[in-house]
């Protein structure tokens, strides 16, 4: 375990910062720029996934599990996320035969 703390030590703290501003950055514009419900939670997903990276890092830099343990916690929230819209875009599908949300004005009715 300690090679893999020596590992990622190797690596400057600013490459992991600016590889997660630019993977959350990505999922942002998916989440704005899109119009496809299952991009937009894959979006949101990759915007969590860069949130861990980022925790990870730090938690490995300062020599302190605390960030290891709240990467454990959002995994757990993106799991029962997925869960969640997964069903809830399946309902939106056979209600509407469609993905995109812009057609989810007509669900008012």
Not at 50 to 69: C, E, H, I, K, M
Request: aromatic residues 10%; glycine residues 4%.
């Amino acid at each position: 375990m300690n090679s893999v703390a020596n590992t990622i030590q190797a690596v400057p703290l600013n490459h992991y910062i600016l590889l997660s501003a630019l993977i959350f950055s990505i999922g942002v514009m998916g989440v704005l720029l899109r119009r496809n419900a299952i991009i937009i939670f894959m979006s949101v997903e990759l915007m969590l996934n860069s949130v861990n990276l980022l925790l990870t890092a730090f938690s490995v830099y300062r020599g302190d599990a605390a960030g290891q343990v709240f990467v454990f916690f959002i995994m757990a929230l993106a799991a029962a996320e997925v869960a969640v819209g997964l069903a809830i875009i399946v309902m939106i599908y056979r209600n509407t035969n469609s993905i995109d949300i812009n057609v989810l004005n007509r669900l008012k009715w």
